[in-house]
């Protein structure tokens, strides 16, 4: 208990909505780690493909983000107990920041919303 309350662990920066049910992820909270590929034969620990320096969308559905600026590290990950982990059962998009919080959770990819978190609204993102 002491070795999460030095770690920081636990911190949550919800949005001023008041936060998610108990339970459940949502924006602000710090991005869940687990082993993700186990099912298609690689195997690795979600945490390990954040980029530490700048933002990184992983992408747990067939959706197109590879026009996004460089400022923004994409990762695929091909496994619903990694989506359903992040609360996207049915696939979607989850934007990590450099310090491991979520910026942006969503079943689609919204690209003026994640302008928003990156740029401060500068809807130029993608080329």
Do not use: K, N
């Not at 636990?10 to 108990?22: E, F, K, L």
């Not at 082993?35 to 530490?52: E, I, K, M, N, P």
Request: glycine share 12%; charged share 25%.
């Amino acid at each position: 208990m002491l070795t999460r309350a030095i770690s920081q662990l636990d911190v949550s920066y919800h949005d001023g909505s008041g936060a998610a049910p108990h339970g459940r992820v949502a924006v602000g909270d710090r991005a869940p780690d687990l082993t993700v590929g186990a099912a298609t034969g690689w195997s690795v620990r979600l945490h390990d493909l954040l980029d530490d320096d700048g933002y990184t969308l992983l992408v747990f559905a067939d959706i197109d983000a590879d026009d996004l600026c460089e400022r923004v590290q994409v990762a695929r990950i091909p496994d619903p107990a990694a989506a359903a982990a992040y609360g996207l059962p049915d696939g979607g998009v989850a934007l990590v920041r450099p310090d491991g919080y979520l910026a942006y959770l969503g079943a689609e990819l919204d690209r003026e919303a994640l302008a928003g978190q990156l740029f401060a609204g500068d809807a130029r993102i993608c080329r």
